[in-house]
């Protein structure tokens, strides 16, 4: 990480009020994706890390039992819990939690993130995503920057500065490693995509 996770957050802080306006098609293409490949049912949990101002969250939480969400900034929780507010949606949670320490121990069917993996370095994503492991979803849906080929530092999804994107490759094998199966692959621009991830979880038979 090449930010402290306060420097993070004071930053999301500021952009909280103006986050959704400021994010180019790329980004809502891609949230939209998550949203789809997620696909909740009536009896399902859904953790979303990440949650910034609730794009996800919100547009889950109609058809999912349950929606936590989680994330650094106090200011971008607010914008997510005005929005549910307006919407009249009572099934959502929002509180600060980290990649590594969601602050979440209950039930996980489904988990969810756009565009917020790519502050952690390389080895922080293994182990963010070993937490995610531990919570036994079903199916873990991640879109965020990555590199599907080589990265260009030029390009407009990645801010030296601040992003630490990983190739699609090393996100795959630590999907994998953490005993994920890679079922899809969506790439939306040379440094977007989104993965979909499902494990299948022990029957009662066996």
């Known amino acids: 990480m090449k930010k402290t996770v306060e420097e993070h957050a004071a930053r999301f802080d500021e ?3 103006d986050y959704d306006e400021s994010k180019p098609d790329e980004y809502h293409a891609c949230a939209n994706l998550v949203i ?3 696909g909740p049912a009536g009896d399902d949990v859904v953790l979303d890390l990440g949650t910034g101002t609730g794009a996800i969250a919100l547009a889950l939480a109609p058809d999912a039992k349950r929606v936590v969400g989680r994330d650094i900034s106090e200011g ?3 914008e997510a819990q005005e929005k ?3 919407q009249g949606l009572e099934n959502l949670e929002f509180a600060y939690g980290t990649f590594r ?3 979440y121990d209950g039930p996980a069917d489904i988990v969810t993130s756009n565009f917020a993996m790519h502050h952690l370095s390389d080895e ?3 182990e963010a995503i070993d937490v995610i492991a531990a919570l ?4 873990f849906v991640l879109g965020d920057v990555m590199f599907f080929g080589e990265p260009d530092p030029d390009a407009p999804f990645y801010g030296p500065e601040v992003d630490d994107p990983a190739t699609v490759g090393v996100l795959a094998d630590a999907l994998t490693d953490a005993g994920f199966s890679l079922t899809a692959v969506e790439r939306v621009h040379d440094q977007v995509g989104v993965l979909v991830a499902e494990r299948r979880r022990a029957s009662v038979e066996e």
């Open 124 to 126: 922080e994503k293994r």
């Open 76 to 78: 971008m929780m607010e």
């Open 15 to 17: 952009q909280a009020a």
């Open 101 to 103: 320490e969601p602050e």
């Open 136 to 139: 036994e979803p079903r199916k």
């Open 36 to 38: 789809e490949h997620a």
């Open 84 to 86: 549910a507010d307006e």
